[in-house]
Every structure is written in C-alpha cells, then in structure tokens.
C-alpha cells in the first residue's frame, strides 16, 4: 500500500477467478477434528498442580541439560529460576514414563552436581550441591544456557539482543526500546508476517500482512522505516521497499525503536527491523511443521541443522519453505517458496567463519496497490476527501490478472577471531538484490464508492553492498572498566526499475459495491527489465567509536561517534557529518534500570514516489535528534517498561497538486508502556499502550503548523494473554489491538475512524510416537471486522484484513 515506486514481473496466473478451495467450516472442522483426535492418542498430559505425590506422563527426550530442563517446567507446569550457568556443560539422558514432580526432577539432576529447591508450590530454583554431594560433570557441551529465554514460560522475554555496533547487550542495560521476538513466540502465534508478530506491541502501527498488496505501511513509532537501510539481517544492510522477508528462516526479531543513529548509521529515525538467520546448533534440529489457512492456502517447512566433523568444527542449517493456495480476497492466490542455509567452521578454537544465503519468491494475485479517496472518484484527482465506509477485507476490487510479488537473493559471510579473552575482531559482508513486481492498480474512490483505476506496470531492482570491520573489546582506566567499539563501514544501494517499457493502463469506472472485472489492457512487462531505469545509487562510508564505561557496578555511560559522508550520485550531493549518541545507565536497586539517551541520525533527503507529479525528485540530507527516558523493571516472573520520548525530523508530503516537497520540520513526542508477566503456572499477559504526539513544526506553510502528520494514531493499545488449561496439554490464547482514528489530509481535516481487532487461538503441546508434537489454531481479526489501513504521511488507504484461521502442526524428530 501506499506511496508506490513502479514494479512488474513476469508471473503465472490466470484469467479465470477460482473459487476458494476450502471454506471457513471446513477449516473449523479440521481444527476441532484435529485437536481432538490428539487429545485422545497417547500423549503427555502437563501438569499444572504441585503434589507430591502425583505420577505425571512425563516426555523429555535426551539433549542438552538446560532444554531438558525447560521442557520438563513446562510438562510440569513449574516455572524455573537460577543461575543459567549451572547448566553450562551439562547433558541429560531425558525422562519417559510416569514420576511425581520431585521424582522427575531429582532423576534428571541426577549426577549434574545441581541440586533445587521449591520456593512455592510452582517455583523451583535451581542450587549447586554441597562439596560432599555426590556429583559428576558430565562431558562439555558448547550450549545456551538460557533455556527459558524466549519462551511462553517466561512470558516470551528476552534478556539480550545484538544492538548494532554495541553488539550483544543485555536488554536491561540497554538506554533504548527494543523489543524482541523469539523463534517459540512467531511460531505459537503462527506468524507468516510482521504483521502478525508486531501485533502485541502499541509503538508498531497496524499494517498489512503479505497476503495481499505489498506490505510498506510498516510503522515504528508514526513513522516508516528507510527503504534504503531500515531493515538488517544479521546486523548488516539489506534493501528492500516492503517487509516480506520469510519469518520461517529466522531465529528471532528485533525491533530498535527510535533513532538508530550511531547504532546502525544512515536511516528514517523511526526504527530499525533487525532479523536474526537460524544457525547451526550444537544439538541436531529435525523439524516439520503444516499450516492450512482456512481459504485452503497450505504451508510446509522444514527445518534441519547440526554439527560434523572432527570435534564437530562443521555445522549448517537448511530450512526449506513452499506454500500455494487462495488467499483470502475472494478471486486471490498465493504462491511462496524460498530457501536458506547457514554454514559455520570452527577453523580453530579462536577464529570461526560464517556463510549463509537467502533464496525467496512469492506473489499474489488480485491484489489492489491502494485506494486514494477523492470526491470525484476521478483518476488523477489527489485531493483526498471523505472515504467511503471501510469495506470487506477479502472482497476483491479487481481481477485476479493483477499482482504483486517480489524476489530477494541474499548472501554474507562473515569471520570472528576473538584474539584473546579481552578482544574480538568480526569481518563481515553482505550482499542483497530485492526485486519488486507490481502489475497493480490504485483506486480513485469516492464516498459512494464510485472509482476509476489506474494500474501500474512495472518492476524495481533494489541492491545493497555492504562490508564492516568491528573490533570489541574489554579495557580498564583506574576504576573504570570499558567496553570498546572500533569500526568502519562501507554500504552502497542501487535502485532501478522498468519505466518507459511496460504501458500502464487506465480502467473504468466502476463501483466498489460491485467491482468490475476489467478485461486485461496490454500485458505485464518482465523481471528482466529491472535494469532498464537506474534512478538512485548512494554510497556511505562511515567510521564510528564506542565506550561503554561502567563507573562501579550501578552506572553505566555511553558514547557513541559515528561519521559518515553520504554520496548521492542523482541527487548531485556529497555530504558528511558525525553524529554523536550518550547514554547513561543507572541501577539503584536490583532489576531497576534507569536510562537517558541522546541520538542523532545522519538521514538520506527524501525522493518523491512515483506517483507524485515530480517523481524521482531527490532532496537534501538531513539530521534527525531523538532524546528518550526510560525505566526498565525486571523481576523473577514479570518485567515491565517505560519510554518517553522527543524526536525531531525533516517532513516531506504530498500536496493536493501531487508534488511532493521536503520541508520543514515533524516533531514526535510520545509515551510508551509494555510489561510481560507470567501469572502463576496458567497465566502469562502480556499489554503495552504508546500515545504520539506526530506533528508539523517549522513549516512553510502556516496553515500547516501544530497540524498532525497523515495517517498515524495518536493512542494505541495491545493486549495479549495465554492459559494453561489445569490438568490437560491445551493452551487458550487471546489478544486485542486498539488503534485510534488517524488523518488523512494534512489539514487534519479528514480521518479515518479507530478499531479494535480481536485474536482467539488454542495450542496443543505433547508428543507422538515419543516425538514431541505440537498443533496450534489461530483466528484473527475474531469478529471479522472491516477497518482502514493507512500509511504514514499519506492520504492513501487499503482494506484491512479479515477474519483468518489458521491450523498449524509441528513435530520434531
């Protein structure tokens, strides 16, 4: 949706709309049908009382001690708590057959040296055993000892991230807003999107998922994240306009909100997308999992990995994804498939190299760009007026001849050598083309619904270059201990696309009560074609320096500098500047951070999109500020936090005679509140809420001054929570999302009305034939509500998406 640059592809379609190949009853039966069959084979039934006594079915197959251990808390219904490196090291034989709680545990503790103790009846801390305790350290294991990170068990909380040139840092430490999202929350919640696993965070606005036009309507705190650099993957740059990158390959994602300035260099000061790629393991991965969407649209992946070789210095990672059906617009498809391995050697205890690559494909027909609600309902007319009411999110507007799709390759590799105990040297590279296939219209609709359609016809090709060299390390002043950062980084993106060879086609008009299918006009232009146009190539060279000083225990202070010379050769500038960042950290109390931060961003100008009247138009660089405080509270079951935040930007719009200018200044203040608790064994919730203040400052036109930036919220709300159900393996799941009215006229004139959207999902956890098994069920958007999606700084909307079912199994063997 939204401010759309050209695009096409070369696609396999058809002319003939296709029924959906299985009903929403269909799906329900096969979800209550499924579940049931499982609940009655043999399985393990979790417990979630305490007595002694009591005999469960327990299933813990053989591994690392602390997966043992989680999967153990979790068949028993315990939380578990202690020092993660008690369990460094250690492996366990597994658990079958039927034990009381205490039995179950002690057998797996057995000879680990690790003895426990409940502090309630479902709390179990973890103690070391005595010196005269009889205890064998079972043989070296290169593990994660943080079992219960991540996990529902523990409210899906992470303790650290890898925040861009800091490197790995724990959360609580860390001076900014971030959240994460593990590998066990994407799969729990189904999520084939951003969309779906942004969902439980207010400071994300609501956005499409990809199963309709392109997902560019990703918001972070009101505003969208660069095209040229906003999205990483393992720390390193790759560019692509929408956010479909496939969630299957990857182990968890991160979310920076606010300024990434010294952490990740050039970009929007809104935020940064951080994925993480799966790699190699020390203990084999043999997974499958299914998911049928309720329209008939069927996924399989699978996951493989593990080690080789003398002393296992060999390991990889396959993971391997397909999935074709309907789509939920009523004449839609969809067809997705992509690839990825991850490979590592230890070339000796100190020095390890890395490489992986990222093949994805995917494509959608029947899928409308956006609507641009006029009062002529005329094409070319950009005044927005009053849109018509929000209408049914899988109605299609258009034939299923029209499409959207795109393709990335992606490659890095990188090498560690960690010099000493002290120092570590980190070479990386990464390589990435995206290409954008759009065969698509836009809707000038008025408020009775009556339209014209114009479809674009055209394919982009986004590339990005990118090498870094950081050196971390450890060294002390007097009192002081100080964690160093060194690097330098060279990043160069390309952007192209097909203008002048595909022919755009005019249509109408029409009704959206009543769409009308238009016969197809000409034909869509092909991938090949891509490099026809070259319209962007920008060079960044940046070296920046760190200093996290711990001042005793309780006080941290950080100092960031990063300077970078931007060269944008159409834009016919050469520009550098150096940005600083400073942040302090202060720990009064255990599990309390206080932090205030400072962040400036040196920012790429802006380019008018496509459909402005002065497309292709490059402007100026720009220095973003953002100043942000915080409170961070971790506790044994709960965590909560608290941001507020100031930030300054430059303002680019569109004005009602579709030319789009840079000018002037958007200030966002903004609250942002999140916590996480597990609530006993059966209860974990999960709720944060952020209200913006997105506003025109230092604009040329008065009239605009005070006036709030298009199609942000000024209040959103998150709620989500899960249930252990006593005495069975079923786990209930719920959410809720509240988004405010938005504007869609720079007046502030015309908005768009609020919503709330309803999540209802079950799981199923236990096993088969002694192999774990796992199936999920997942509804969104409950009552089916229709709604407006809209974009930041834009007038332009799209339907949202309707109710959607889920059913999804996964074993591992």
């Known amino acids: 949706m939204l401010q759309s640059f050209h695009t096409n592809a070369g696609a396999i379609r058809s002319n003939k709309i296709r029924p959906r190949k299985a009903p929403l009853v269909l799906a329900m039966h096969l979800a209550i049908k499924g579940i049931a069959l499982a609940a009655t084979s043999s399985v393990v039934m979790p417990l979630t009382a305490q007595a002694a006594i009591e005999q469960i079915a327990f299933n813990v197959p053989a591994g690392k001690l602390s997966s043992a251990l989680n999967r153990f808390s979790e068949q028993a219904g315990l939380y578990l708590t202690g020092n993660g490196e008690l369990t460094a090291n250690l492996n366990s034989s597994g658990l079958n057959g039927s034990y009381s709680v205490r039995e179950g545990l002690s057998l797996l503790l057995q000879g680990t040296g690790i003895s426990y103790r409940f502090s309630d009846d479902r709390t179990v801390t973890l103690i070391r055993q005595s010196a005269n305790s009889a205890a064998t350290t079972l043989p070296t294991l290169f593990v994660d000892t943080d079992a219960l990170a991540g996990s529902a068990a523990n409210a899906y909380r992470v303790e650290a991230a890898s925040i861009g040139s800091l490197g790995n840092l724990s959360l609580q430490n860390t001076p900014y807003s971030i959240e994460v999202y593990s590998r066990e929350q994407m799969d729990n919640l189904q999520a084939r999107s951003l969309a779906d696993i942004t969902k439980t965070d207010a400071s994300v606005g609501l956005s499409a998922g990809d199963l309709g036009a392109e997902n560019n309507a990703f918001m972070i705190r009101g505003i969208a994240p660069d095209f040229d650099t906003g999205q990483k993957l393992d720390g390193l740059n790759l560019r692509s306009r929408a956010k479909d990158l496939p969630l299957e390959h990857m182990e968890q994602v991160e979310i ?24 190699p393991t020390d203990e084999p991965v043999r997974s499958v999992s299914t998911q049928l969407m309720d329209t008939g649209l069927l996924l399989v992946h699978t996951d493989l990995g593990g080690r080789f070789g003398s002393d296992d210095r060999f390991g990889y990672r396959i993971n391997l994804v397909g999935e074709d059906g309907d789509s939920y617009l009523d004449n839609g498809s969809a067809e997705r498939s992509s690839a990825s391995i991850a490979l590592d050697w230890r070339i000796t205890p100190a020095v390890t190299w890395e490489f992986d690559a990222l093949t994805a494909h995917s494509e959608r027909t029947a899928a409308a760009g956006g609507i641009v609600p006029n009062a002529s309902g005329m094409i070319g007319d950009f005044t927005i007026a009053e849109p018509l009411k929000p209408i049914d999110g899988s109605k299609a507007l258009f034939p299923d001849w029209s499409y959207y799709g795109s393709r990335h390759e992606i490659v890095g590799t990188r090498v560690n050598w960690q010099i000493n105990d002290d120092w570590d040297l980190d070479l990386a590279y990464r390589y990435s083309n995206n290409y954008r296939l759009l065969y698509s219209p836009y809707l000038f609709t008025n408020a009775d619904g009556d339209y014209s359609a114009y479809v674009y016809n055209y394919v982009n090709k986004f590339e990005s270059d990118q090498a870094q060299i950081k050196l971390a390390g450890k060294l002390q002043t007097g009192f002081i201990d100080h964690e160093v950062t060194l690097g330098t980084s060279l990043l160069e993106t390309v952007s192209s696309n097909s203008r002048g060879i595909g022919s755009d086609g005019m249509y109408g008009p029409g009704n959206l009560a009543n769409p009308t299918m238009f016969d197809e006009i000409g034909s869509a232009v092909h991938r090949s074609d891509a490099d026809a146009t070259e319209y962007s190539r920008v060079k960044r060279r940046e070296l920046f320096a760190s200093d996290v000083a711990h001042l005793g225990e309780n006080l941290d202070l950080i100092l960031g500098l990063r300077h970078g010379q931007l060269e944008d050769e159409y834009g016919d500038y050469d520009e550098s500047a150096t940005t600083p960042t400073l942040a302090a950290v202060y720990r009064p109390i255990d599990g309390l951070s206080l932090y205030a931060s400072y962040v400036e961003a040196f920012v790429q100008g802006n380019t008018a999109p496509n459909t402005a009247a002065n497309a292709g138009e490059v402007f ?194």
Not at 675 to 686: E, F, V
Not at 761 to 766: I, K, L, P, T, V
């Open 256 to 279: 920076l909100k606010g300024a990434s300035g010294f952490l990740y260099g050039f970009g929007e000061p809104g935020g940064i997308i951080s994925y993480r790629l799966k790699r």
């Open 620 to 813: 100026e660089p720009m220095i973003s500020e953002q100043r942000e405080l915080g409170l961070k509270l971790d506790r044994e079951r709960w965590s909560a936090n608290l941001a507020v935040f100031q930030l300054n930007r430059g303002q680019g719009y569109t004005d009602s005679n579709n030319v789009y200018s840079q000018d002037g200044e958007a200030l966002y203040e903004g609250v942002e509140l999140s916590g996480k608790a597990r609530l006993g064994s059966q209860w974990m919730l999960a709720a944060s809420a952020m209200w913006l203040d997105p506003r025109n400052e230092k604009v040329s036109d008065a009239s605009l001054k005070g006036k709030h930036v298009q199609g942000v919220a000024r209040k959103q709300f998150r709620l989500y929570g899960e249930y252990d159900v006593k005495n069975s393996p079923f786990v209930i799941t719920g959410g809720a999302q509240y988004t405010g009215k938005r504007p869609l006229d720079a007046n502030n004139d015309i908005y768009v009305g609020s919503v709330t959207l309803y999540d209802l999902g079950a799981r199923y956890e236990g096993s088969v034939s002694n192999l774990p098994l796992t199936l999920r069920l997942n509804i969104d958007n409950l009552t089916d509500e229709d709604y407006w999606l809209t974009s930041a700084g834009s007038g332009y909307i799209a339907q949202g998406t309707p109710r959607t079912i889920k059913l999804g199994a996964q074993i591992d063997f």
